[in-house]
């Protein structure tokens, strides 16, 4: 019984079994039991109540208040109680089984041939309390239990009478149906929230040791999903490694080019000067794409050891449009910041700073010359608690389905790697990334005459 | 010509170093490993230790952190590019400077001659200054380069000696981060360098607050620093 179809096959077909065997048994064990009370001499106590209350009322001469007394017995009792006269017709009119038409007669017969009072007799009250006539107006009835006429569809149309056993298989039932439904659904839901952390790009999740003892469908696939992670985290793990080894290993003979660049230039020799500047560029470049490339790598892999401090934002961001404006000057173009709070944010300055400069100078790069890149920070009127930073350029924009896959390596608008608009589209990358380890989000937005991008950062309470 | 250490373990790159740097007129000596580095650095006198922090047995961290409890001798370190925590650790443990690594030589010549002319304006005495520099609870003691905060001793690399020096000369009043920059690390403001934040970031943790509790050396937003001058304490 291990496996998943089982269970849920054996315990469905169990919890139905159940109920409608419940029901019918209860419902014939009920009819069993007033079938063995009609057979046995022994009087049922209610009878004798019955017969009590309506001697009571006949007292009161008024045949109505009988008649609606026998309506509402009729309504509670499964047993249908009939009031008959001497010929055997019945106060209300009901047919009348013909067996109960004989005991009347019989009862009448013996009634006739004995001596007695009209009213009341000693031996009757004595022996026969049940078969005692209520009399009423001068006519005399008896009350009789039907008990043959007693139908399955009598009981179930007084619920009142197998309520309880009703109510209770069906507590019960609904008991194990409720347990049944939470045992399938639990491990599923934390398979899913375990699959949208996976999407997310936690590839740490495992689900395996949240599932106990269990041992059906769902461990297997929680065992696969875990197989899965497994590989997934192994083979990305590997290609960050290997960006980064490569990128490390890179670093060496531009060292060396470098150096010897420097002493090709020592030699002095005027006439390649041109020459030596251009490779001098060309590894500048080089260097520069190394340098995003492990950051990036870094980034993504060693996250532990990243030290986390209380940090004015206010003040960094001041810094880096202040220095971003120094650079954006010698290019015609203009930095300022139209808005600020004053924001401590939990985080590393290190790693806020260099996200912040990736994407204010990416904006720089992309502005329009004689404008300016707008600098913004404000809290964020839909999240309280959090700041966003909205630096915007005037330049082309970017085309809308290009908004999410910006944020993405080496991924640029334009379609030739055009020198002009330099960079290596790590920037944003990093940026992104960055914003990611301080528990924010970075996304891009199209303006009329440009591009905004919305940094958003969950502030520092003052009481942490 | 000054005596400088270089300590890369690409060998290589430290022939090649070794015979650039000799032309700008440097006597260059190598080691390839952290543990020859420690010793040479303690042994030698060096003028200026150029560290890379790639290096087998022991690290450039290790070294310099080793060194540092016995030399103040100034440390330029080489730290891999795109990796800016070690530039910062780098700086925490007392490296006087510290270049991104591959680095165009110029540069690095450059940085070299900053750090040394510091060194030598250290040595040499300046007369026209008064020996003793007593601000609140410090005092600089110029010849011994020493900084006493209530009279103990406070062990500072030689480039926090002339942070504090700068601001402490200047003390109440705001020094820009491009004369603080000049003055102190004998070389000019660089964009997104946040070195200089380090070294008074440094300078702060060592000396703590003053006894008011009030922040010793202030940032000026957007201007620079400034050392709280005491009216009533001093």
Sequence with gaps: MKSLFWKIFVSF???????????????SYYLENIRREASSDQPRNNIIEYVRQARALAQDSDINKLQDWLRQLDKREAIPYLLLDKKGVDLLKRSVPLYLQRRVSRLEYRYLYSEHEEDDDSEHRNRRPHHRPIIINGKRYRLMPDFRSITLNRILDRPRIIATPILLAALISGIICLLLARYLTAPIGRLRQATQKLAQGDLTQRVSPSMGKRKDEIVELANDFDYMAEQLQALIGSHKQLLRDASH???????????????????????????????????????????????????????????????????????????????????????????????????????????????????????????????????????????????????????????????????????????????????????????????????????????????????????? | MPRILLADDDVELADMLVEYLSQEGFEVDTAHDGKTTLQKALDGHYELIILDVMMPELNGFDVLRQLRTQSQVPVLMLTARGEDVDNIVGLEIGADDYLAK?????????????????????????????????????????????????????????????????????????????????????????????????????????????????????????????????HSGA
């Design chain 2, 102 to 230: 591959p680095c165009n030589p110029r540069v690095l010549v450059a940085h070299m001659r900053a750090i040394l002319r510091r060194s030598e304006q250290a040595t040499a005495n300046t007369p026209a200054k008064a020996d003793s520099l007593t601000i609140g609870d410090i005092e600089l003691q110029r010849s011994a380069r020493r900084v006493l905060l209530n009279h103990k001793a406070v062990t500072v690399t030689s480039t926090e000696y002339r942070v504090l020096e700068v601001l402490l000369e200047e003390a109440g009043h705001v020094v820009s981060k491009q004369e603080l920059s000049a003055r102190a690390l004998g070389r000019e403001l660089n964009l997104y360098d946040r070195s200089l934040d380090m070294h008074v970031s440094n300078m702060r943790k060592k000396l703590g607050p003053l006894a008011d509790g009030e922040e010793r050396i202030k940032t000026i937003r957007g201007v620079g620093y400034q050392y709280s001058y005491q």
């Design chain 1, 249 to 464: 290993e890179l670093r060496s003979p531009l060292a060396r080019l470098q150096v010897a660049l420097g002493l090709a230039r020592q030699r002095g020799d005027d006439s390649k000067t041109q020459e030596l500047d251009r490779i001098e560029r060309e590894a500048e470049r080089l260097n520069e794409l190394i340098g995003q490339l492990l950051t990036l790598a870094r980034l993504e892999t060693n996250t532990t050891e990243i030290e986390y401090n209380a940090i004015d934002l206010t003040a960094l961001l001041e810094q880096i449009v202040e220095d971003a404006a120094f650079e954006a000057h010698a290019s015609n173009r203009q930095v300022n910041i139209i808005q600020s709070v004053p924001v401590t944010i939990k985080g590393n300055s290190v790693l806020l700073s260099s996200a912040l400069e990736n994407v204010v100078r990416n904006a720089i790069r992309y502005t329009a010359e004689e404008t300016a890149v707008e600098v913004s920070m404000s809290e964020d009127a839909e999240k309280p608690g959090w700041i966003v930073i909205k630096v915007r350029d005037h330049g082309p924009g970017i085309p809308e389905q290009m908004l999410e896959s910006i944020f993405e390596p080496f991924v640029r608008v334009g379609l030739a790697r055009d020198r002009q608009s330099g960079g290596y589209g790590l920037g944003l990358a990093i940026a992104k990334r960055a914003v990611h380890l301080h528990g924010g989000q970075m996304t891009a937005v199209n303006e009329d005459d440009g591009l905004s991008i919305l940094i958003y950062l969950p502030e520092l309470k003052s009481s942490e």
């Design chain 1, 13 to 27: 077909w169990l919890a139905l079994a159940l109920f409608a065997g419940l029901t019918l048994w209860m419902t």
